[in-house]
């Protein structure tokens, strides 16, 4: 029912800022909280990178915290991601996604029900 699509990668050079948009289609109140995951190429496993609530307020894993700021803007049905002081070692494929409950990491998917195809960011000089 939720569609996801990622928009806004590419590449920029180290220290600069980027924002990645996650366009929403469907979105009902089923859905609590949307965030942003990445995975690295040649890497198993996606991590959580922020989320936002149904109430507004954020969670930010500790290697954005200060970096990275999730927002939301409900009229256009879209989430973003602005990206800034970004280091090479943010290079990965973006995905924004939606769920009924917070990102749990023990569960497939971190529990997540709808997932964008994701964007690719690549920092480097």
């Known amino acids: 029912q939720l569609q996801l699509v990622e928009s806004g990668g590419g590449l920029v050079p180290p220290g600069g800022s980027l924002r990645l948009s996650c366009a929403a289609s469907?979105?009902?109140?089923?859905?609590?909280?949307i965030g942003w995951f990445r995975q690295t190429p040649g890497k198993e496993h996606k991590g959580v990178l922020c989320?936002?609530?149904?109430?507004?307020?954020?969670y930010y894993a500790d290697s954005v915290k200060g970096r990275f700021t999730i927002s939301r803007d409900n009229a256009k049905n879209t989430v973003y991601l602005e990206m800034n002081s970004l280091k090479p070692e943010d290079t990965a494929h973006y995905y924004c996604?939606?769920?009924?409950?917070?990102?749990?990491?023990?569960?497939?998917?971190?529990?997540?029900?709808?997932w964008g195809k994701g964007t690719l960011v690549t920092v480097s000089s």
């Open positions: 469907g979105f009902t109140l089923n859905y609590n909280v």
């Open positions: 989320f936002s609530r149904s109430d507004g307020s954020t």
């Open positions: 996604a939606a769920g009924v409950v917070e990102p749990n990491p023990i569960e497939r998917d971190y529990g997540m029900d709808y």
